[in-house]
């Protein structure tokens, strides 16, 4: 095959598996978090490559599942899924787009950026803007929530608890 | 964990296409084919490398199960949350190692977590410690936080590739467990009498273990450069308990040291129990999906 039918077979797999969402919060895509890393296609056989947010995430399983049925039904029948550990998830690779689409669902967004090997994620928590009202008067209620990634936090305007994607 | 089926493209193949995404998020279209960033599958562990993974797999395995019985009993609803979520990533941790453990005899990671027996675990007695009340918990994890994070902070540079993307990616998450415990210890100790007392307990019954932790094994001079020496985490460790303990204003327990052995089978009194709940469902009905 010419490289640019390749590369159109690939974008062909790729936007197939995009289409996938996560279980836990349906308006992300695996490609709005940062999941989807790789499509392979040699001759009939394709492989994507996913990589897990947290090690423990109950959701890998079930978004591999489910990328394999959207390529299964879309007519890719040889198809691989494997977890790539290496480089490790980080929140920011989560799109801009992502993160308004998190925020539109209620959850705050990740703010400010991952910095392992400096300071840790402790010391560099910036204010986390409520997604109902937008005021940034919240607190912190309990920094592991409701799933891995999230931590528990409350608005002092709206009142109103929400949850707030962690930075990693 | 394993969703593989099939092999992947083989190396230089001219037929192979490749997409990624990169570290912004943007798309990049290329000739690749499976690049040194994807680890994670098919790669089989030399038979010593696989006996180290053993033992972090099964410190954090161990540990997972021990928290398990906290949920639904802890302190308040977003403490239950808390420890289940740190189990969980524990649970991911020890997937990892375990599956990469593994890889050197043929065994999948429920085979290696749900059919060996006692004296084949090879975790450190510390993560055996029974939970007791919320003050031992949070004093045995404060321990073992602190000691898997000085532990995969170097283990990042193994010149095992598996081992150090499994450290890089799971110390994201013990900076968190980390940080749960320290705030819980400093919470407790600047208390009320009763919980500072209770830590202080908590501590003085955990704290014979901690040597153990940083003992090195012969397993340690066949693995120069791919695992850590024990032995030389210990500064390490001495210096953010220090720190954490000045602040909460405690001192370091004196007392007796326990002979340790959990790298080679001798384990604490409460592995067999718990390894039997853990192990008692797959075992009874093997190859059970749930
Ligand atoms: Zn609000």
Redesign the pocket.
């Known amino acids: 095959m010419l490289d640019a039918e390749m590369e159109v077979a690939v974008r062909r797999v790729w936007d197939i598996a995009a289409t996938v969402t996560d279980p836990e919060i349906p308006v992300l895509t695996i490609e709005d978090l940062g999941v989807l890393r790789r499509v392979d296609v040699c001759g009939t056989a394709v492989t994507v490559t996913l990589t897990p947010t947290y090690s423990g995430c109950p959701a890998m399983d079930t978004m591999s599942v489910d990328v394999r049925r959207a390529l299964a039904t879309a007519g890719y029948n040889d198809v691989t899924v494997t977890l790539a550990l290496a480089p490790a998830w980080t929140t920011d690779w989560i799109s801009e787009q992502g993160k308004i689409k998190l925020n539109e669902y209620g959850i705050a967004p990740p703010t400010g950026h991952s910095a392992r090997g400096t300071a840790g994620p402790v010391s560099l928590l910036l204010s986390v803007k409520?997604?109902?009202?937008?005021?940034l008067n919240?607190r912190e209620l309990s920094r592991f929530g409701s799933t891995s990634c999230k931590a528990l936090h409350e608005?002092?305007?709206?009142?109103?608890p929400?949850d707030y994607f962690k930075v990693l | 964990m394993s969703t593989t089926t099939g092999t992947p493209p083989a190396a230089g193949d001219t037929t192979a296409a490749t997409l990624t995404s990169d570290e912004h998020g943007n798309i990049e279209l290329g000739k690749l084919t499976l690049a040194a960033e994807v680890i994670g599958q098919g790669t089989v562990a030399p038979p010593a490398v696989a006996e180290y993974a053993l033992w972090l797999g099964d410190d954090a395995l161990v540990l997972a199960q021990n928290l398990g019985w906290w949920i639904s009993r802890a302190p308040e609803l977003e403490e239950d949350i808390a420890i289940g979520n740190i189990a969980l990533d524990l649970i991911g941790h020890a997937r990892s190692f375990l599956s990469y453990a593994g890889s050197a005899s043929g065994r999948t990671e429920d085979e290696m977590a749900y059919f060996r027996g006692e004296e084949e675990y090879r975790s450190a007695q510390l993560f055996e410690q029974a939970n007791g009340d919320f003050a031992h918990t949070i004093a045995r994890n404060f321990i073992a936080g602190c000691f898997q994070h000085a532990l995969y902070e170097r283990l990042q540079g193994s010149h095992d590739e598996t081992l150090a993307a499994i450290a890089a990616k799971s110390i994201k998450e013990v900076d968190y467990h980390v940080d749960h415990a320290t705030q819980w210890v400093l919470r407790l100790a600047g208390g009320t009498a009763k919980s500072r007392r209770r830590l202080i307990v908590g501590f003085a019954d955990v704290w014979p273990y901690v040597d153990e932790l940083f003992r090195d094994e012969p397993l340690n001079d066949e693995l120069a450069g791919v695992a850590v020496r024990q032995s030389t985490l210990r500064p390490a460790f001495d210096t953010r308990v220090a720190a954490v303990f000045a602040e909460a204003e405690l001192e370091v327990p004196v007392g007796f040291t326990a002979t340790g052995g959990g790298r080679v089978g001798k384990h604490h009194e409460t592995l067999g129990p718990l390894l039997a709940e853990m192990q008692v469902l797959a075992r009874q009905f093997p190859g059970a999906a749930w």
């Open positions: 409520c997604p109902r009202c937008s005021s919240t608005c002092r305007e709206c009142l109103e929400f």
